[in-house]
């Protein structure tokens, strides 16, 4: 494999996709050395065919708002690798969704599903529909109006769509309320992150940060490290944020700013319990401001309107938001006020010249795909649950979940473990995930 000339064909064939043309070149980097030592790979194209998806469904999504204004959205589900198992993967719900966003997530989530151990295959799905602003009726209706499209697509042996940016709890229940109209199946498992009492898994909500905090404890350990008395700075205050945060500060770290996309709020004293649950609200209103924070909670916070959580003195970032929401710039930040691990919670929350920055200085750093890796193991679990039509106690969740976390952590160090010794958690992330998917491929012909 040639990593530009496979890049350069695939510039051309998808112009414009810069954030899928970005994740591709990060995992055919890390995976090149590897590869060219397995002449079936080649032979076989296994990455010619894995750097397009299975399908792409594309629907038209029209809905009724409040006024009783028309309104229409764009739809999609991308179904990227089903080598290893049903697509699996969550719906993206934003104004900047597009396809080559949705190819970007798909095209990771294969590689981070086969991380968890699980056996499901990455798809991604979403609109660009903007739930800023709406009421729960608006939400409701566009919900219901996505899934009259969507449902033909999806099952509980095919894909498994769950929640992902602006789809949580509540948008889960509209859509498979509609599902179950519309395809007359009561099997729960045809979506994940569902309420406690109809077939969600306990701790679903909690699982992407709570993972990521076990997985940076597993990071820290091996670094000779403890957790107790860190300093955390995280961006975002939706439910990756919201988990992370619990799990932090139960561990004995200190977060000591959260972000919105109008500015950071930082907490000197660390985010209380109070705060935490506080979040739970802010998504809920659908105003998208973490000033709301400082507003509740003035005499322990400070708002600074335009900044981002990278410009807070702390010795862990945790990006819990978008994709390249931490720069270059962010991460130089980041370093000179002595910052010196980052785990990316986000799904490429780092710039590659910010993840640069941070190898090159030093910096431990580890990939959204192992990091943020819980969230769709314990949804997997989910579909275990749904299957066997059982409900595990939240013991019997966290456990399988520090198992798996712990068993994606090792899987980085096997792969990742360069000959100065040191980890590069990039590689050993992207090369454990590829190898999965790649024997699969391999053993199951051209197809
Ligand atoms: O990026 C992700 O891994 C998710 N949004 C969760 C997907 C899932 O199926 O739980």
Redesign the pocket.
Known sequence: MNVQNIMTNLEAKHPGENEFLQAVREVLESIEEVYNQHPEFEKAKIVERMVEPDRVFTFRVAWVDDNGDVQTNLGYRVQFNGAIGPY???LRFHKAVNLSMLKF?GFE?TF?NALTTLPMGGGKGGSDFDPVGKSDAEIMRFCQAFMWELWQNIGPDTDVP???VGVGGREIGYMYGMYKKLAREYNTGVL??KGSTWGGSILRPEATGFGALYFTEHLLHKAGKDIKGLTIALSGFGNVAWGAATKATELGAKVVAISGPDGVCEIPGGITKEMIDYMLEMRASNRNKVEDMATKFPAATKFTAGKKAWSVKCDIALPCAFQNELNEADAKELIANGTWCCCEVS?MGCTPEAIHAFQTNGILFAPGKAV?AG??AT?GLEMTQNAAHISWSAKEVDDKLHFIMESIHEACVKYGTQPDGKIDYVKGANIAGFMKVAQAMLEQGVC
């Open positions: 699996k993967g969550g997530l989530q981070k769950a929640g992902d994940t992150g799904n943020n969230g769709v949804s």
